[in-house]
């Protein structure tokens, strides 16, 4: 409750900043627009701004989707066979030297206009930090358990291990990488629509831009940053119930 | 040696000599020990002290087959076979699976061997332990106490002839000790246990056999034959001279 009664307040001292940044500065509408007129524009353009937020949100929940797929695939291979690390472990690291960024174009070539692109930038942003997060789980299961495992088996069984054992130990690191996805996989897909695109909050935010609407502009940006958190929290949320075992965040001591 | 004839258990279990001969650790370019022979008598609860750092629970990692770089030895059961499958392995840390309850836990062997868990003996051996309102509970919910109750139940789940315990009871209060010491003992009478410790006074509680490791490289040292049977007050005076005898042993008397 005290912690509802704070963001309120911190809100509604921002929003008042940015009144009175656009009153002193005597900024004109098209620069910087007040807070009133944004949610005016947000109230008239309701329709407008849900269509295009449930196009990038579908865009977003399918690329987390397949990322997340992929990732943990490819660091269950790099976790299970050594062949895999040899060969997969250096081209993963050398792929993350080539930023998304600037094969967003190539998508948009390969890929056209639709969701497909959008899919693949957010898939290929959040890949890498699912791979790393997840396959360093999976590197530091803790010697005692693995200990205890052999000499429990009389013949060894890896994959017995690895899905009693490993997987189970390696889900927080998981749980880590799918934060780091969650509030990364919106900026992959915008980039998408910025490159090119007919629909969604980024293809709005510019629409918005060229044609001096930039209410309507930041009415979306607000839209996106409310989808982004949005997610950050469900993913959260979702994970701390499906993982109740792991340490919860240091509380810190703070003297009152 | 004779021990002590076996309580009766819910299973029987065929009781099993194990040998190591030609024990060797090599660690650092430090010769820990080398061409070290141990027996543990069949049925026997044998304790094996020593300081810090001799090599005592590597001894004992080799004998429950977790070998690693720079140790080897000969190793076999009485009957001239491999140990492998035949041996149960207690350490300090409970090593509970924190996103499994203390059922699930108890069970883990059979589920990593691909077997049917037997939910009822799980749950008498829980009850065993004192613990059978705990069955669906989660371990971080357990006192350090209760947990390590949760893995004695899991080793005599596995139901091997041969136990092997790693200070298991050093992380725990006074009392709590005492009391688990005592559980142990009287579950595992019918079992060949091997138990590590650097306690005198619960390797004299405890052990039919006491053997101290000491010495660079280690050699080990028989503690001659104890009076009476196992769970001995401290307080005796035959209890006191062997305790001296151990701290002589270890070099602090």
């Known amino acids: ?256 | 040696m004779q021990c002590a004839a076996p309580a009766p258990s819910s299973l029987p279990i065929l009781p099993l000599t194990v040998t190591l001969r030609a024990a060797r650790l090599v660690y650092g370019g430090l010769t820990l020990f080398d061409g070290l022979d141990l027996e543990l008598t069949s049925g026997c609860f044998t304790c094996l002290l020593g300081p810090s750092g001799i090599g005592k629970s590597s001894l004992l990692r080799l004998l429950a087959g977790l070998t690693t770089r720079g140790i080897s030895g000969e190793l076999r059961g009485g009957d001239g076979l491999p140990l492998t499958g035949r041996v149960a392995y207690m350490a300090q840390e409970d090593l509970l699976l924190p996103w499994l309850n203390v059922l699930d836990n108890v069970t883990l062997g059979s589920r990593l061997r691909g077997e049917r868990p037997d939910r009822e003996r799980a749950l008498q051996l829980l009850a065993q332990v004192d613990l059978a309102d705990y069955a669906l509970a989660r371990p971080e919910t357990l006192s350090g106490g209760m947990r390590q109750r949760v893995a004695l139940a899991r080793t005599l789940m596995e139901n091997r002839p041969v136990v092997l315990m790693d200070e298991p009871f050093s992380g725990l209060d006074a009392l709590t000790r005492l009391r688990l010491q005592a559980l142990a003992a009287e579950l595992l009478a019918d079992r060949t246990v091997l138990l590590v410790t650097h306690d005198p006074l619960e390797a004299l509680r405890l052990g039919d056999q006491v053997w101290v490791m000491n010495g660079r490289p280690a050699t080990l040292f028989p503690l001659a034959e104890l009076p009476g049977a196992p769970l001995r007050d401290p307080g005796e005076p035959a209890v006191q001279t062997a305790y001296r005898a151990i701290l002589h042993l270890l070099g602090a008397g």
Do not use: C
């Open chain 1, 1 to 256: 409750m005290k912690g509802l009664w704070r963001g309120l307040l911190t809100l509604a001292g921002l929003l008042s900043l940015w009144q009175v940044v656009v009153i002193l500065g005597r900024l004109p509408p098209y620069l910087l627009p007040g807070p009133w007129a944004v949610a005016t524009s947000l109230w008239r353009h309701t329709g407008l701004l849900l269509a295009h937020a449930s196009v990038t949100a579908l865009e977003i929940v399918l690329g987390m989707l397949l990322g997340v797929l992929l990732g943990s695939a490819s660091a269950l291979a790099l976790g299970y066979s050594r062949r895999a690390r040899r060969w997969l472990l250096p081209v993963l690291i050398a792929s993350q030297a080539i930023p998304v960024f600037a094969i967003a174009p190539l998508l948009v070539l390969w890929l056209g206009y639709g969701l497909g692109s959008k899919i693949a930038m957010a898939t290929l942003i959040i890949y890498f930090p699912v791979t790393a997060n997840f396959y360093d789980g999976l590197r530091h299961t803790p010697r005692g358990w693995l200990d205890l495992a052999r000499v429990m088996l009389p013949t060894p069984r890896p994959w017995a291990v690895l899905r009693h054992i490993a997987i189970p130990a390696a889900l927080p690191a998981l749980a880590s990488g799918l934060r780091v996805a969650a509030a990364i996989a919106p900026i992959g897909a915008v980039l998408g629509e910025w490159v090119g695109s007919s629909a969604g909050l980024g293809y709005l935010m510019l629409h918005a831009n060229s044609r001096m609407q930039i209410d309507l502009m930041f009415a979306a940006l607000l839209v996106l940053a409310t989808l982004a958190v949005g997610l950050y929290f469900t993913v959260d949320a979702g994970l701390r119930r499906l993982l109740p075992w792991q340490p919860r965040h240091p509380e810190t001591v703070e003297p009152d």
